[in-house]
């Protein structure tokens, strides 16, 4: 079946610090991916995602590119905030159906 | 606001009870998902609802769970006979319908949860 593995947490950074989460996935054929996020306190938000092999997904200065070759898709962002500590989940939704199967999400703290 | 509203936020009852969880999605989404965040499991799928049938019913781990969905929109969770394994945090989800096709998945819009505890 469909599976999703990311990074394990916690990851504590400094402000303005590059974070990168790594994130692979197997399913057949071609996949949604995304990436959602858990501030504390609050619901799942999607972040950004994307539908199709090479597409970029961007959004808040967090990007992450779609690619088929490594059945990847990695979280990346230049310099985090404080306001980016959160735990982060990678998602994909099959080529054929509607369901969305998760990592095991990662926390991240950002210090000041 | 216009989102995903869940209720009650909070649930706290005793082992053996029933209880029923209420999800009222966006208006205009015709997909529904129920998931169910644990510690030990992370998040999982539990049931999918298109209009007010459920294609998709894998995920439901019992024959206490059950779901049903009326007037395409609101759906409500029901888990008989509560067991301490059932303590989660249950949310629900809603997007639009997928138009069918390779890269057609409409994201899905979470909302806050419900925090179940089984004492």
């Known amino acids: 079946g469909d599976s999703v593995t990311q990074m394990e947490g916690p990851v504590t950074l400094s402000e303005e610090a590059f974070l990168t989460i790594n994130c692979t996935y197997t399913a057949t054929g071609y996949p949604s991916l995304f990436w959602y996020v858990q501030y504390p306190g609050e619901g799942l938000q999607l972040l950004l995602k994307?539908?199709?092999?090479?597409d970029k997904g961007s959004n808040k200065g967090f990007e992450a590119t779609y690619r088929k070759e490594t059945t990847s898709f990695h979280l990346e962002k230049g310099s985090v905030q404080v306001s980016d500590s959160a735990v982060y989940f990678c998602a994909l939704s099959p080529a054929a159906g509607n369901k969305l199967t998760f990592g095991g999400g990662t926390r991240v703290l950002v210090k000041p | 606001g216009a989102g995903v509203s869940q209720s009650p936020s909070n649930k706290v009852t005793e082992k053996g009870k029933d209880v029923e969880l209420r999800c009222d999605p966006i208006s205009g989404h015709t997909a529904l998902y129920w998931y169910r965040q644990s510690l030990g499991q992370g998040l999982e799928f539990l049931i999918y609802?298109?209009?007010?049938?459920?294609?998709?019913k894998s995920g439901l781990p019992s024959d206490r769970f059950s779901a049903e969905r009326t007037g395409g929109s609101v759906s409500t969770l029901t888990i008989q006979r509560t067991q301490q394994e059932d303590s989660a945090v249950y949310l629900c989800?809603?997007?639009?319908?997928?138009?069918?096709?390779?890269?057609?998945?409409?994201?899905?819009?979470f909302g806050d949860g419900t925090r179940l505890s089984i004492l």
């Open positions: 609802f298109q209009g007010n049938s459920a294609p998709d």
């Open positions: 989800a809603s997007s639009l319908a997928s138009t069918g096709g390779r890269g057609s998945n409409q994201p899905q819009h």
């Open positions: 994307a539908t199709k092999a090479d």
